[in-house]
């Protein structure tokens, strides 16, 4: 069982910046894929980067140029730095750990942080 917590969320103007932390109180070097996930009000929930075990990392076209993923396996932590933000990255951000054990997948979420951006 893995637990995470997000934080760093909050209300920034355009064009600000935030860091998300997203710290698991287990192991995180051993999963599979980790990753953010985004919801905005009344749309689907959407992956927003995806990190594998094999050292790939995956951006949506959103996100590509202005949010960095990065991750401290001491500290059982995965950090999103969000950029050049906008109002419709305006959403609730979600941590993802995704282990795959015994001919299994065990998915864990967060309960997210909230991120909102003024224009």
């Known amino acids: 069982q893995v637990q995470l917590v997000e934080s760093g969320g909050g209300l920034v103007q355009a064009g600000g910046s935030l860091r998300l932390s997203c710290e698991a109180s287990g192991s995180i070097s051993g999963a599979n894929v980790i990753g953010w996930s985004r919801q905005a009000p009344g749309k689907q929930r959407e992956v927003v980067v995806t990190a594998t075990s094999a050292g790939d990392t995956h951006y949506t076209d959103s996100a590509k140029g202005r949010f960095t993923f990065s991750r401290d396996n001491a500290k059982n932590t995965m950090y999103l730095q969000m950029n050049s933000l906008k109002p419709e990255d305006t959403a609730v951000y979600y941590c993802?750990?995704?282990?795959?054990?015994?001919?299994?997948?065990?998915?864990?979420w967060g309960q997210g942080t909230q991120v909102t951006v003024s224009s």
């Open positions: 993802r750990v995704r282990i795959f054990r015994g001919l299994q997948w065990y998915d864990y």
